[in-house]
């Protein structure tokens, strides 16, 4: 369920008997007998999720008494995250918030593009007179790889140039863009009979980057059959040989693997399974 809340409610959820996670500090959750319930605080928005609906309304009547309230339901939309129930799952999608990328730099008649970005692109041209209008696309591309891991890469590539744009990095988000509007409702399914098991994969392209010769990581990581993390970035030294990029890379994932265990371990799983890394 999703709620409103006019004020800050940490404080108050510690009173009511929640443990503040350690791993993400919104998540508060608290555990009794074979009774769980979660709650995600994000400013004035609220998640909450558990598995006997007694305590929920019953956590609901302690939080209005303490502060004004608005119930907005099931959860469906927050924070630009569109969520359906489905037979499988939750699905997670941003459809309206590409929509209106699209919409807000007039490309609804343009022709959709097959590809993120093309592989031979050349990022070089003259510099925008207006740098701040790329950085603000940038950043609405970034917020869309939570849903949409294709174009993870190519923003993580576009995102480098943020001081000193030209009219071809311009040219290149705004393709971006047109990739999204042939797939609006993609999105990231949570399945419902996924193991709590973590599965991490790896890789890294050596000294991929032609200026600087740097290496690119990749990661993503499932628990059970669901994508929950994954991450494109270049690497913050150059690796001498392809075996040090993929140590690299392996040890950036461990660290990834490590926070997610101590998240899961939150949220009930306090025996998960050894992480197969590949």
């Not at 924070?79 to 990328?101: H, M, N």
Request: hydrophobic share 40%; proline share 4%.
């Amino acid at each position: 369920m999703q709620y409103k809340a006019s004020q800050n409610s940490s404080q108050n959820l510690v009173s009511f008997g929640f443990l503040q996670s350690k791993a993400d500090y919104s998540l508060f959750t608290k555990t009794v007998q074979d009774k769980f319930t979660a709650i995600l605080v994000y400013v004035d928005d609220m998640m909450i999720a558990g598995n006997d609906k007694q305590e929920i309304i019953k956590l609901k009547q302690q939080l209005s008494s303490q502060f004004h309230m608005k119930d907005l339901g099931e959860l469906r939309y927050f924070l630009g995250l569109e969520i359906v129930r489905t037979a499988q799952g939750l699905f997670v999608s941003q459809k309206k918030y590409i929509t209106d990328l699209v919409r807000e730099y007039n490309l609804a008649h343009s022709k959709p593009m097959k590809l993120p970005l093309h592989t031979q692109v050349k990022l070089s041209g003259t510099p925008l007179s207006q740098p701040e209008q790329y950085r603000r696309l940038i950043g609405k591309l970034l917020y869309l790889t939570l849903t949409r891991p294709d174009v993870s890469y190519a923003v993580q590539l576009l995102s480098q140039y943020l001081q000193s744009p030209t009219t071809a990095h311009m040219q290149a988000a705004l393709h971006v863009v047109q990739y999204l509007k042939g797939s609006p409702g993609q999105g990231i399914l949570m399945a419902n009979n996924s193991a709590a098991q973590l599965t991490a994969f790896c890789d890294s392209d050596w000294a991929s980057c032609p200026y600087t010769r740097r290496s690119t990581t990749v990661y993503c990581i499932l628990l059970g059959q669901s994508l929950v993390s994954w991450k494109t970035k270049k690497q913050s030294v150059v690796s001498r040989s392809s075996a040090e990029a993929e140590y690299r890379s392996m040890a950036v994932t461990c660290c990834e693997v490590v926070w997610l265990l101590s998240l899961v371990k939150d949220l009930g799983i306090t025996k998960p399974t050894p992480v197969h890394l590949q």
